[in-house]
Each structure stands twice: as structure tokens, then as C-alpha cells.
């Protein structure tokens, strides 16, 4: 059976969750889900990022330990998850001890392959991104992405890691058709420039941060918090049960502000650790909010509960999917949202649906165990979901519902053949309809498929009420 092991960014725990996380977890889903349907076996991973000097500040605010005050966030995004049917088969957190170890592991590996060094670094610190900014991150001296009061100015002795020797190797990668992980290809442009224009080496631990893992070989410092978070991906694959043939990683699915760690320092160390490249790194862009980044530090996050309350878990599914922000930034906003919901899901599905069952009632279905379309699966696959329901929603309900208008069944007598070919018809593309949208809206597709599958029955409840 093939394997296929897709992950999200595992989230800072500082932060509660909103609809920004909910966008790369959701796509994660319906990859996952999709995969699942064409019989592989499916690991799909997300959890949170629990170490490291933001958390630890957090953790102090509230007067609470760093592990109590983890232990007390993490389960608000495992439950968001959970509330939008989120299909993850493992929860990892970076506190986890059986996670600690692997890390220690690798860290010793990369150690002892002669690829760490003690040196000195000076510079701007982004508490937000818990990076040091280079020139070309900053925007008049701050970083972009947050308020001024997270730059800081640093000065620490620490191991460093030599991620300039990986760089030819990683260029080579890059630029080969065959081997190259990062997709899309204006993001691979993106880094092979950064990559050629020369690279330093990184900071690899901490000196004044205490919540972090001890360096393996020096205690006295702590393992550098992105150098822990990016190995969740590997050591979910050692610690449990089962898992270790997941390795390397099919999907890596993060947004675009962290591509440089993902692309080029997380291959940097699996290679000095001589361990498996991932096989595919999908890095999509923002939703923004009037024009700017939803983030907390901005204070104009849309919760992903807001989002159920208004539009249940499958209609929140589907306008995630549908605004993704592929390859450009994507304005959200509860009124965008309501349209589209009230415009795609009450009036055009959900009311197709309903005529078709009512009209169709009691009549014998033939068709059994439809699979899913491959066009539908390579648009899922480039992670251009909103293309991949487009394509659902012409090819079989605007077409469905364009026929039912034109013939009005509603006028013909029960038997006569113009009513019963329209009706299978919409019958026929109903079914394929769902069984595509299934990892989009799992349990909107069942109820579709239970009403139409076998014999036509009548829908308990509408689908999708419309809302004001
Ligand atoms: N902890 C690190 C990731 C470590 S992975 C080894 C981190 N966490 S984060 O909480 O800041 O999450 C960042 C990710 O959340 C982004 O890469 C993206 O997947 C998602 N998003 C957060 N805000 C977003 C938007 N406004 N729009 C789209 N996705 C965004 O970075």
C-alpha cells in the first residue's frame, strides 16, 4: 500500500488559534482525505510549538510555568481541530519527552559529524518570528510581520551550525526538474536566488533562553526553538508506534513567511544528520484583513469557532478551501464569506440537492462505488483547492442545474422520458459531486451520497440553510 505523510506547520503555542492556522491545517485535511480515498495509507500530522523565549514570555504573563501554561493551551488547537473534523492521526507536542529525545538524538549526530562550531553573533532578534532579522527582512529596521517593541537587539555566544557547506548540495536539488521539493515555482525562483547570493551560517542554540532542550553536548544552552520545531516532523515517525517507514515526509504545507526554514535549513540538517529529504514543500501565501496579515499581534483575527458558529463545519471547510491562499495573498472578511456561502452552498448546491431529491423521490439508482476524478485529485495535489471545487461545481452542478432550468421537470408528468433523463442526469452528477467534495465537506458528501445512493430518498433537513 503506498504511504503518504503530510504535515502542517506545527503552531506557535503563544498564540490562540485563528482562521490564518485554520487555512494550512484545512488543506492539509482534504490532501489527506483525498489520499485516503485512493486506498493510501495516510499519516497526517499538526500539533504546536511549545519551546523557546515567546512562550516562556507568554507563560510569565499569565504568573503560570511554561509547561503548565502549555498544557493549558495546546488542547484549544487540538479542539479547534477537532471541531472542523480535522482527519490528523497525531497531535505532537515539542514538550513531549519522547519527542526531546529524538531531538537530542539528531542534534548529537549533526554534532559529531563536525558541523557545529562555537562563535559569537550580534544582530536584530524578532521575538515574533524567533529569528534574527537579516537586512533584507527588515522594513525600516523593523520586522514586517510584527510591531516594533518584538525587534530587539541581541549579543550571544552560541553553536553555530556550518549550513553554508550544504548550500552547493541544496542548489543542486533546487535546480534539478527530477529532485527539486519546492513548489510553486515562483517560490523555488525565490530561494535559488537567496541560495546563490550567499549564505551564513546559523545560531543553532540559545545561552539566555531557559524553556528550550538542553543542548545535548553542552548543557549550559538550549537547542535553538526552530531547530526542535522543524524535527517534530521526523521524530513523530520514530517515537510512535508504527510510523517510522513515513519517513521522509511526502507533504510539508506552510505558509510563505517560513520558507527559508523549511527549504533550506531543515534540508541542511537532515543531510548533515544523513537522514531522508522531504519530497515536496507547498508554501502558499496570506489571508489578509483589509489589506493586512491576519495575526494576532494585529489584533484582527477571525477565530476558526466564529467561523463554525456562523457557517457550520462543513461550510467553514468549504470557504477555507475556497478562498486558499494559493499562490497570492487572499482578502477574507465574514461578509465575503457569508456571500460566497449563501451564493455556492445555500442557493446552488444545497438548493440542487433539495429539488432533485423531492423531485426524484422513491426512483432506483444503479450506480455503486464511484471514484473520485483524477483532475479533481492533481488540482487537490497542487494544493489549488479553490480551482479543484471550481472544477467540481461547473462540471457537474451549474451543469445540473442549468439542464434542470432549461427542461423543468417540475412541468412534465412523472414518467414522461424528458423528466426521468434530466432527473438521472442530476442524480448521476450529484453522486460524483460528492464523492469529489468528500474531503472538502465529509459529512455534507455522506448525506448527499445516502440520499441518492441506491435509491433517492428524502433529505431529513435542507443542506446548507441560507443565512442572513
Ligand atoms: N511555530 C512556527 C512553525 C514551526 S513548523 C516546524 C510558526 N508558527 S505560527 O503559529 O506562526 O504559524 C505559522 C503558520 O500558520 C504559517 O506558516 C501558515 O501556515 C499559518 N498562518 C498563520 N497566519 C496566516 C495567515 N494570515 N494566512 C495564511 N496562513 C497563515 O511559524
Known amino acids: 500500500m503506498n504511504k503518504f505523510f503530510v504535515t502542517t506547520p506545527i503552531y506557535y503555542i503563544n498564540d490562540v488559534p485563528h482562521i490564518g492556522h485554520t487555512c494550512t491545517t ?33 507563560a510569565e504573563k499569565q504568573g503560570l510555568d511554561p509547561k503548565n501554561y502549555c498544557d493549558k493551551i495546546a488542547p484549544t488547537f487540538e479542539n479547534a481541530w477537532r471541531n472542523l473534523n480535522i482527519s490528523f492521526d497525531h497531535f505532537i507536542r515539542t514538550t513531549d519527552p519522547r519527542h526531546k529525545e529524538v531531538v537530542g538524538r539528531v542534534l548529537q549526530k549533526i554534532y559529531d559529524n563536525g558541523d557545529v562550531y562555537k562563535s559569537k553573533y550580534e544582530g536584530w532578534y524578532c521575538l515574533g518570528c524567533e529569528k534574527f532579522l537579516t537586512e533584507s527582512d527588515m522594513v525600516n529596521n523593523k520586522c514586517p510581520l510584527h510591531p516594533a517593541e518584538k525587534t530587539v537587539w541581541k549579543s550571544e555566544e552560541n553553536w553555530f551550525f556550518r549550513l553554508s557547506k550544504y548550500v552547493p548540495k541544496i542548489i543542486e536539488l533546487v535546480e534539478d526538474e527530477q529532485a527539486n ?74 505558509g510563505k513567511e517560513i520558507i527559508w526554514f523549511h527549504t533550506v535549513i531543515w534540508q541542511a540538517m537532515l543531510l548533515s544528520a544523513r537522514l531522508e529529504l522531504p519530497k515536496k514543500v507547498d508554501v502558499h501565501s496570506f489571508y489578509m484583513i ?69 423531485l426524484a423521490l422513491g426512483r432506483k ?64 452528477n450529484l453522486i460524483k459531486a460528492a464523492v469529489d467534495l468528500a474531503a472538502v465537506m465529509p459529512e455534507s458528501a455522506k448525506i448527499i451520497l445516502d440520499c441518492f445512493e441506491g435509491e433517492v430518498k428524502a433529505l431529513e433537513k435542507g443542506l446548507f440553510a441560507r443565512i442572513k
Open 181 to 254: 521539493y519546492i513548489f510553486p515555482e515562483g517560490k523555488r525562483s525565490e530561494i535559488l536566488a537567496k541560495l546563490k547570493s550567499g549564505v551564513k551560517d546559523v545560531s543553532i542554540s540559545r545561552e539566555q533562553v531557559k524553556w528550550g532542550i538542553p543542548t545535548p553536548w553542552d548543557q549550559s544552552q538550549t537547542v535553538y526553538v526552530w531547530f526542535d520545531a522543524l524535527l517534530n516532523y521526523y521524530s513523530a515517525t520514530q517515537f510512535l508506534e508504527g510510523k517510522s517507514q513515513f519517513w521522509p515526509a511526502n507533504l510539508h504545507l506552510i
Open 365 to 428: 439508482v444503479e450506480k455503486k462505488g464511484v471514484k473520485g476524478d483524477r483532475e479533481f485529485g492533481e488540482l487537490v495535489d497542487q494544493l489549488k483547492l479553490d480551482e479543484a471545487i471550481g472544477w467540481v461545481f461547473g462540471k457537474y452542478i451549474d451543469a445540473s442545474n442549468s439542464r434542470l432550468n432549461s427542461v423543468e421537470p417540475w412541468k412534465l408528468e412523472t414518467n414522461d422520458p424528458k423528466r426521468v433523463e434530466v432527473l438521472d442526469y442530476c442524480i448521476d
Open 290 to 358: 483589509d489589506g493586512q496579515k491576519m495575526s494576532k499581534s494585529l489584533g484582527n483575527v477571525i477565530s476558526p469557532q466564529q467561523l463554525v458558529d456562523l457557517f457550520g463545519v462543513d461550510g467553514s471547510r468549504y470557504l477555507i478551501a475556497r478562498s486558499f491562499p494559493s499562490e497570492n495573498d487572499s482578502d477574507v472578511g465574514v461578509g465575503r464569506f457569508s456571500e460566497r456561502y449563501n451564493a455556492d452552498l445555500a442557493n446552488n448546491l444545497g438548493n440542487l440537492v433539495s429539488r432533485v431529491a423531492k
Open 26 to 58: 484545512v488543506a492539509a485535511d482534504i490532501v489527506a482525505r483525498w489520499h485516503r480515498s485512493l486506498g493510501e495509507e495516510v499519516f497526517f500530522l499538526t500539533g504546536t510549538d511549545e519551546h523557546g523565549q515567546k512562550v516562556a514570555e507568554a
